[in-house]
């Protein structure tokens, strides 16, 4: 069993950034790829960035490449997201979702999710 906590979302204008992180509980974090989801009213669950269990390899939705940048700690348990260049339409709530070694472009192939963490950018 694994707990997925977020933590770091918040209002910040355009052209700002923030830095939102995904706490794990359990000991087998390391095993496990983790995603960053988000969802914005109206809209579809979108796959914004994912990094294997061993930090190998990553992905990123085009709409965010070159802005944000996923990375994890395993000695801490965490994942992170760091996102520059903030766009009104990157508004949305961000969750984080684990799946054993390696991501999937598929929502429905993780297996754990957290909450979420509310990311509002204003123009």
């Known amino acids: 069993q694994v707990q997925l906590v977020e933590t770091g979302g918040g209002l910040v204008q355009a052209g700002g950034s923030l830095r939102l992180s995904c706490a794990a509980s359990g000991r ?11 969802q914005a ?32 700690d395993n000695a801490k348990n965490t994942v992170y997201l760091q996102m520059n260049s903030l766009k009104p339409e990157d508004t949305a709530l961000y969750v984080c979702a684990a ?25």
């Open 28 to 38: 087998t974090f390391s095993t496990f790829a983790m995603g960053w989801f988000r």
């Open 41 to 72: 009213p109206g809209k579809e669950r979108e796959l914004v960035a994912a990094v294997t269990w061993s930090s190998g390899s990553t992905f990123y939705a085009d709409s965010v490449k070159g802005r944000f940048t996923i990375s994890r």
């Open 99 to 123: 799946r054993p070694r390696y991501y999937s472009l598929n929502y429905y192939e993780y297996s754990y999710w957290g909450q979420g963490t509310q990311v509002t950018v204003s123009s």
